[in-house]
């Protein structure tokens, strides 16, 4: 699976955005996504994982309650919705996926995108 994560930018505090991870390949659909994030100085995160099918979901505690992750698997594309943005929420977003159950460890997900950078100013 090649991964492309898009739609970062520059946003106000409170404001909103829309990531975006194109998949290829034709095992996508069977693969549990993940988004991550890595601010400056700062340990990769998880922010949030959906099941293969979207039927779960899992986020991290800062992303619950503002951040909601889908998946078209039609499109090969999994979603990351980002309402009430902060400015500790500017970092650098990943996509990953990997095979099995939605997983908070950076070390389950074997294949990853180049990471799109947001950037909420205050």
């Known amino acids: 699976v090649q991964l492309q994560a898009s739609g970062g930018g520059l946003v106000q505090a409170g404001g909103s955005l829309r990531l975006s991870c194109a998949a290829s390949?034709?095992?996508?659909?069977?693969?549990?996504m993940g988004w991550f994030r890595q601010a400056p100085g700062k340990e990769r995160e998880f922010v949030g994982g959906i099941s293969w099918n979207g039927g779960s979901a899992a986020y991290a505690d800062s992303a619950k309650g503002r951040f909601t992750i889908s998946r078209d698997n039609a499109k090969n594309t999994v979603y990351l919705q980002m309402n009430s943005l902060k400015p500790e929420d500017t970092a650098a977003y990943y996509c990953?996926?990997?095979?099995?159950?939605?997983?908070?460890?950076?070390?389950?997900?074997?294949?990853w995108g180049l990471g799109t950078l947001v950037t909420v100013s205050s």
């Open positions: 390949g034709r095992t996508f659909s069977s693969a549990v």
């Open positions: 990953a996926a990997r095979y099995g159950s939605i997983s908070y460890y950076r070390r389950h997900y074997h294949y």
